[in-house]
C-alpha cells in the first residue's frame, strides 16, 4: 500500500520503496534535513521526481494510502492535485481527500484530520469523474 504525504508544499510519495516528489514545493526544504539528496532535476521542470532517500522517512501526518503503485502513482497524484499553471499542489483539492469530502465551512474550529486517510478510492476514479470534481473545486468563488 503506498503513502502520500506533503514536504515544503509538495507531495511526497512512497511506493515499492521508492519515493517521489510531486509538484513544485512552497517553500524553500533543506533536503539533506528531511533525508533525501538533492533531487537530480528541479522539481519545478517536472510533475514529480524520483528522491533518493539517505535512511528511513517519516511521513508527516495526515497522510493518505493509496493502492496505485509505482511511477504510475506519482503520475496519477500530478493529475489529481496539482493546479496546471504553476505545477503546484491545491490546497483545496488536499483538504477535500483529507477532509473526507467535508466542506471547509463545515469542519469544526481546531478539527484535525485522522493520522491516516484511506484514499484508494482516489486512484479508482476514472479520469473524468475526477475532472468534474476538481472543476468544481478550484473555480473562484
Not at 474550529?109 to 476538481?134: C, H, I, N, Q, Y
Request: with cysteine; hydrophobic share 45%.
Amino acid at each position: 500500500m503506498a503513502r502520500v504525504g506533503r514536504l515544503a508544499g509538495a507531495l511526497l510519495a512512497e511506493t515499492e520503496g521508492a519515493y517521489f516528489l510531486v509538484g513544485n514545493t512552497k517553500q524553500p526544504c533543506d533536503w539533506r534535513a528531511a533525508g533525501f539528496e538533492p533531487p537530480a532535476v528541479d522539481p519545478s521542470a517536472a510533475p514529480f521526481v524520483k528522491m533518493a532517500p539517505l535512511h528511513a522517512i517519516e511521513l508527516s501526518s495526515p497522510h493518505l494510502t493509496m493502492s496505485v503503485e509505482g511511477e504510475p502513482l506519482a503520475r496519477t497524484l500530478a493529475q489529481r492535485f496539482l493546479v496546471e499553471r504553476n505545477g503546484s499542489v491545491s490546497e483545496r483539492l488536499w483538504r477535500l481527500v483529507i477532509q473526507k469530502g467535508v466542506p471547509d465551512d463545515d469542519v469544526p474550529e481546531g478539527a484535525d484530520a485522522p493520522p491516516t486517510v484511506d484514499a484508494r478510492w482516489l486512484g479508482e476514479m476514472p479520469a473524468p469523474l475526477w475532472k468534474l470534481v476538481r472543476d468544481t473545486v478550484l473555480r473562484c468563488v
